[in-house]
């Protein structure tokens, strides 16, 4: 199973960035595909997920309203579309499937990361 992020950078604060998440090796249709994100010194933590049975959606409270998680089956790709971007949303975004919820425990693959940094 290999998950490939890309799409982060650098922005201003207010702006914008899209991510996306290509997987391989797996039945990605039958799968729950999050992201969490981790900044210097924190723990791993949840921003979104998309369940794979019925395409339903989760958020972090910290991102609802400017973040959409969606997924393409026929790409097996995952993108997380993050709109009004604060410097607090400065860390390295993982994607990772397996889960649906904020544990990262219950997630058993994960991509390598992808920077985003948001500048004040």
């Known amino acids: 199973v290999q998950l490939q992020a890309s799409g982060g950078g650098l922005v201003q604060a207010g702006g914008s960035l899209r991510l996306s998440c290509a997987a391989s090796?797996?039945?990605?249709?039958?799968?729950?595909m999050g992201w969490f994100r981790q900044a210097p010194g924190k723990e791993r933590e949840f921003v979104a997920v998309v369940v794979w049975s019925d395409s339903s959606t989760s958020y972090a409270d910290s991102v609802k309203g400017r973040f959409t998680i969606s997924r393409n089956n026929a790409k097996k790709t995952v993108t997380l579309q993050m709109n009004s971007l604060k410097p607090e949303d400065t860390a390295i975004y993982f994607c990772a499937t397996g889960g649906r919820g904020w544990d990262p425990r219950e997630y058993d693959y994960w991509g390598q990361g992808t920077q985003v940094t948001v500048s004040s």
């Open positions: 090796g797996l039945t990605f249709s039958r799968r729950n």
